[in-house]
């Protein structure tokens, strides 16, 4: 199982980060240690200034390469929504540099999702999915599909040119503007469409699951 990730696909995000808006998507991958399914995030000793990103995420139910964007989406098994916690202060380093951000996105239990559902659940509204994050029950993102720069199709046939995707791979969409730093005791929670997906309590002290 591998986690890929679309960095910059909301053009308000791109902005609100000082980056270029990208004229193809923006991969960068997270290995299978990374994925969180519980109800605990802990921050990193590492990183002062950890961020949340909400995004959909899609979960691949069968192996595709190269596959026609026609096509794409009949290779997505469901949906779920995730976050993709950030080591803004590492990033800002390393592309300071040059360097490449896996330490920064890329750590243990950085790849958050919540519950999945049946794909084609949303067929009607792939392209006006609304999606939040509330943190201490204020709404910090928000966030709608047809926002998107790239559009699901489009990300899972531009994926497969690259890597075979598999069974149980996820990808991660992009997160809308919004982003910030969360830190011991906060409570963070997505929902898509007004419904409850994932419930996360941040906590200190430990890089453990």
């Given amino acids: 199982m591998k986690i890929l990730c679309i960095g910059r696909n909301y053009v308000e995000h791109a902005i609100e980060l000082n980056n270029r808006v990208p004229e193809e998507p923006i991969i960068f991958l997270k290995p ?115 926002l998107m720069l790239f559009d699901f199709a489009t990300i899972v046939s531009f994926c497969s040119i690259y890597f075979t995707l598999e069974v149980g791979d996820l990808i991660f969409t992009g997160t809308p503007s919004g982003v910030g730093s969360c830190k011991h005791n906060d409570q963070l929670t997505g929902t898509i469409e007004g419904h409850d997906f994932f419930n996360i309590a941040v906590l200190d002290g430990s890089n453990s699951l």
Wanted: positive net charge.
């Fill in 32 to 146: 299978a240690t990374a994925l969180n399914t519980t109800r605990i995030f802990h921050l990193p000793t590492f990183s002062q200034d950890i961020h949340y990103e909400v995004e959909i995420v899609l979960c691949i139910g069968r192996v595709g390469k190269a596959i026609p964007k026609e096509d794409a989406l009949s290779y997505v098994d469901s949906l779920t929504l995730g976050i993709d916690f950030t080591a803004r202060d590492i990033q800002t380093t390393l592309k300071s540099k040059g360097l490449p951000w896996e330490k920064a996105k890329a750590f243990d239990g950085s790849a958050v999702i919540g519950k999945k559902i049946p794909f084609h659940s949303m067929a009607d509204r792939l392209s006006s999915i609304n999606f939040s994050l509330l943190k201490n029950g204020a709404t910090v993102q928000s966030g709608n599909t047809g």
